[in-house]
């Protein structure tokens, strides 16, 4: 752009980040200490090519690199497309991940997998996507600010955690933040910013600061600069900030914005967002209008309504699901597995399941279930309903998931012919099942003691429908606690067609 005042060149990006995203615009510019592109130019490329084939050659965390941006766009433009992601994560991250043997392998229709088919489509999108923009808005008058949704907060991240935290991680971060202040100014909904987390983590993207691979990449100093007024003055010379005015683009719902433009955000919000807390103050003593306040759905009906749905053999619709850590690891999980399919309805207020009738195979990678104890529990004993001869499933999580007991559901599960290994701690995650056995769940008498969590019992409870043999639970040596939740998985279970009979005041048929 600047060469003897311009010349032509050709773009041959080999990440897919750059495939869709820096390769196309033509923006060109450099970093300053004062911020990201502050000195540059559009010059745009003659042409623009890419090869599938490179990405391959990539390390995986390269790949999650570029999908942030890929979901970004979705998120703006496309909510079918947003759709496919979320749907459709094992499939992408295989075609890239998984390498090929043969390189001209993809190059025609005759060789190309459905995988690989998918990935070409994923990227054509996001490509056309900034293509089409930037044709109309070559420099960022309006509807190409578009683009920079999670970039103002990202941004400002990035230029504090550079280069040990990748672009699209501070990109990721910074669109669930960004998601987050459209739901509090009323025009996004929470299961509009959860189904964007849940994506975003699908594809190995951290979606707070507190994401152990920025935790684990970025230095103590770093991180401490991570601090909400720093964050502010950083913005405060963002290239979409006029003025004093931050600019942020607002989602109205997953493939659609407020505005064809970014919009004027108040640095009150931002700040409130952006913040680990908020100090709650007393009111004073005076007359307080009513107000109505509507709790959050239950996290113990929504992965309950998952499970079973999943399980089950058919299409269920679910409203009102609450979207917590735990359904999240919970919808991922079960997808992993190929248990089920979900789709989203009425703007995403309605999460349609299509169940595989218990038929599961062993997943890709291990699951990685964070601090997510409900999903462990219901997963300690759904992931034996695999049979597939010599494979296995690993169950893990995090630090503090690794320190909570799970032994006596273990022990039960392994008495009644489940093969599980602890791979670290003796009675924590991670756990190893083996499929090899060929018996999946064998069913028959079970025991656990009454003393124990009721989601150990509504975990073989779940699971009982799909054992080989009918499976009779004992709850022994005492009073049973939490009955009432077990009561509802029972009520749960009868809804979908699964008759749970209570022979006595402590055993189950």
């Not at 869709?20 to 970093?31: H, P």
């Not at 684990?216 to 979409?240: T, W, Y």
């Not at 291990?366 to 690993?394: D, K, Q």
């Not at 073989?460 to 009779?472: F, T």
Request: glycine share 10%.
């Amino acid at each position: 752009a600047t060469f003897m005042r311009g010349v032509g060149f050709i773009q041959i990006p080999t990440s897919l980040l750059a495939m869709v995203d820096s390769s196309i615009g033509g923006k060109t510019a450099v970093d300053t200490p004062a911020g990201k592109n502050l000195v540059g130019s559009f010059w745009q490329p003659k042409r623009i090519y890419m090869d599938m084939a490179v990405l391959s050659t990539l390390p995986p965390r390269e790949f999650s690199n570029g999908m942030a941006e890929v979901i970004k766009t979705a998120a703006i433009w496309d909510s079918a497309e947003f759709d496919v992601l979320e749907s459709s994560s094992v499939e992408i991250r295989r075609a890239v991940l998984s390498g090929t043997q043969d390189g001209d392998a993809g190059l025609t229709l005759a060789t190309r997998s459905a995988e690989q088919t998918l990935l070409q489509r994923v990227i054509a999108a996001s490509a056309r996507v900034k293509a089409y923009v930037v044709t109309h808005d070559e420099r960022e008058s309006g509807m190409r600010g578009l683009l920079n949704f999670g970039h103002t907060i990202g941004h400002a991240i990035e230029a504090i955690l550079s280069p040990q935290v990748l672009h699209g991680e501070c990109v990721a971060v910074g669109c669930v933040l960004e998601a987050e202040v459209a739901r509090r100014m009323g025009h996004l909904s929470e299961v509009g910013v959860a189904r964007l987390v849940r994506c975003l983590r699908a594809y190995g993207l951290p979606t707070t600061m507190d994401d152990p691979l920025i935790r684990g990449l970025a230095s103590s100093e770093q991180l401490a600069e991570v601090r909400p007024q720093r964050l502010m003055d950083v913005m405060g010379v963002d290239k979409k900030t006029v003025g004093t005015q931050k600019r942020l683009v607002v989602l109205k719902q997953l493939g659609a914005t407020l505005e064809l433009k970014p919009t004027n955000v108040s640095d009150a919000l931002i700040l409130e967002v952006i913040s680990a807390g908020v100090l709650v103050k007393p009111v004073d003593d005076v007359a307080v209008a009513e107000t109505v306040v509507v709790p959050p759905g239950s996290k113990s009906i929504s992965n309950r309504a998952l499970q079973l749905a999943a399980l089950g053999k058919g299409v269920c619709r679910l409203r009102n699901l609450l979207h917590s850590d735990d359904t999240q690891v919970m919808m991922a999980a079960l997808q992993a597995m190929g248990g089920c399919e979900f789709a989203w309805e009425d703007g995403g207020d309605t999460l349609v399941v299509t169940g595989g009738g218990g038929a599961l195979h062993a997943p890709a990678t291990e699951l990685y279930l964070g601090n997510a104890g409900t999903a462990a529990r219901f997963l300690t004993t759904t992931v034996n309903l695999i049979n597939s001869g010599g494979e296995s499933t690993v169950l893990t999580g995090n630090a503090r998931m690794k320190l909570r007991p799970c032994a006596p559901l273990v022990d039960a599960l392994r008495a009644n012919g489940c093969t599980i290994d602890y791979c670290e701690k003796q009675g924590s995650l991670p756990l190893r099942v083996s499929h090899s056995g060929g018996r999946g769940f064998p069913g028959g008498r079970i025991q656990l003691a009454a003393s124990v969590s009721s989601q150990y019992v509504s975990s073989i409870l779940l699971c009982a429908p799909y054992a080989q043999e009918p499976v009779r639970l004992e709850l022994v040596g005492g009073k049973v606690i939490s009955q009432p939740y077990i009561d509802m998985t029972l009520a749960m279970m009868a809804q979908f067609g699964c008759h749970v009979q209570r022979i006595s005041e402590t055993e189950y048929l």
